[in-house]
């Protein structure tokens, strides 16, 4: 039976046209990008063509872009740099971060004495955009702002240029985690008061194991890695050459296709939302699902029983790939830092659905019949 993956938020599948354009990277043109003869020449124009076009993208400059491992990589450069670069001496944050940006300001404030702040969550998953202004008007330290863009297990987003505008007139610097945002919503960086953000090549059908950093012109911040001069002295060692050429190339594929690709997501979720109200008693839905939110994730809530504890064991035996919450800790059984912040109790267990352009209505279907053979 034909497996059904419900889990993009997580990863997605590499876009053949994608393997197309990194292929030759990975066999004929295997130079090094820092070799002078022609090997490394070539390699060297394949980075900064990927770079012109990740910044074209983005509506940034080549400049601002520089390539990581991932959006993990590129959150700790930002925090450590915030820190010991910028005299940062208060972050703020908050409680339903992912763990790549949760864990690092934690071991930073533990490890340099710092003021920690998080910013209160609504009931909706929303910030309280009044409490981080309260927070920010009240520090009296340099101040750094890391909130995600859109949250990886219930889709909630800020109104970036809003939360930019609030730190601009507080005078602090303001990262965002744009993980689940880049490759998914168009960007025209030069417009928003962002210092910097974060993007992962697999969540839009590029490759695992790249990722950008977007630094604003006007910050100056030393590596995180020593020991090299590649990207322009900002992260040191061999580039991961066919990742980028995949990474350029997947962002490319979904700024083209971006209105249609969306607007077939978008009736995936609202199809599944509409099938589950309809046929299964008691359903709730976290987050802020047909507001500001993700458009290919859904978070639904089913209510505590002994047929629902093992749901994602059994949609897995059904052929189902779904996730329980954050995928990044998968192999961990503690309950998801974000659906408690919401202070949801223990009795419901939770489902993160996330889709991508290559699911259908059927495959919703065939979820649909599996959950109810399941739970009745």
């Known amino acids: 039976m034909q497996r059904i993956y419900f889990d993009n938020a997580a990863t997605t599948p590499l876009a053949p046209e994608v393997l197309e354009a990194m292929m030759p990277y990975l066999t004929e043109k295997f130079g090094n990008p820092s070799s002078i003869y022609s090997y490394g020449r070539e390699t060297r124009l394949a980075i900064e063509q990927a770079r012109k076009s990740v910044a074209r993208n983005l509506g940034a400059k080549p400049a601002e872009i520089f390539f990581t491992s991932g959006g993990t990589e590129s959150s700790n450069t930002v925090l450590n740099a915030a820190i010991n670069d910028l005299g940062c001496k208060h972050i703020i944050s908050s409680p339903i971060e992912h763990h790549a940006t949760l864990h690092t300001v934690t071991h930073l404030s533990k490890l340099y004495n710092l003021k920690l702040s998080f910013v209160q969550i609504l009931p909706n998953g929303h910030i309280d955009m009044d409490h981080l202004a309260t ?82 012109e006007n910050v100056k911040i030393s590596p995180l890695v020593h020991g090299g001069s590649q990207e322009r002295n900002m992260r040191a060692g061999t580039e991961n050459l066919y990742g980028i050429v995949g990474f350029a190339k997947a962002l490319e594929l979904a700024t083209e296709k971006y209105e249609e690709d969306r607007a077939h997501i978008q009736s995936l979720k609202q199809y599944l939302h509409d099938q589950l109200v309809e046929k299964i008693p008691h359903v709730s839905f976290n987050g802020d699902p047909f507001g500001r939110s993700l458009y290919n994730l859904l978070s639904v809530n089913f209510p505590k029983n002994e047929k629902t504890e093992m749901i994602l064991f059994n949609l897995d035996m059904h052929h189902v790939c779904a996730s329980g919450g954050s995928a990044c800790s998968s192999g961990a059984q503690q309950g998801s830092h974000v659906i408690n912040a919401l202070n949801k109790g223990s009795e419901i267990v939770t489902v993160r659905f996330s889709f991508s352009k290559q699911n259908t209505i059927a495959e919703i279907d065939q979820v649909i019949t599996a959950l109810l053979t399941m739970l009745h």
């Open 135 to 216: 927070l920010l008007a009240g520090s009296t330290e340099k101040t750094i702002v890391t909130i995600m863009h859109a949250n990886n297990e219930i889709g909630t987003m800020i109104d970036i240029a809003a939360v930019g505008q609030l730190c601009k007139q507080y005078h602090a610097y303001f990262h965002s985690d744009t993980v689940q945002t880049v490759g998914h919503f168009p960007f025209e960086l030069s417009q928003v008061p962002v210092d910097f953000i974060t993007g992962a090549g697999h969540k839009f059908h590029g490759p695992k194991g790249v990722g950008i950093l977007y630094i604003n």
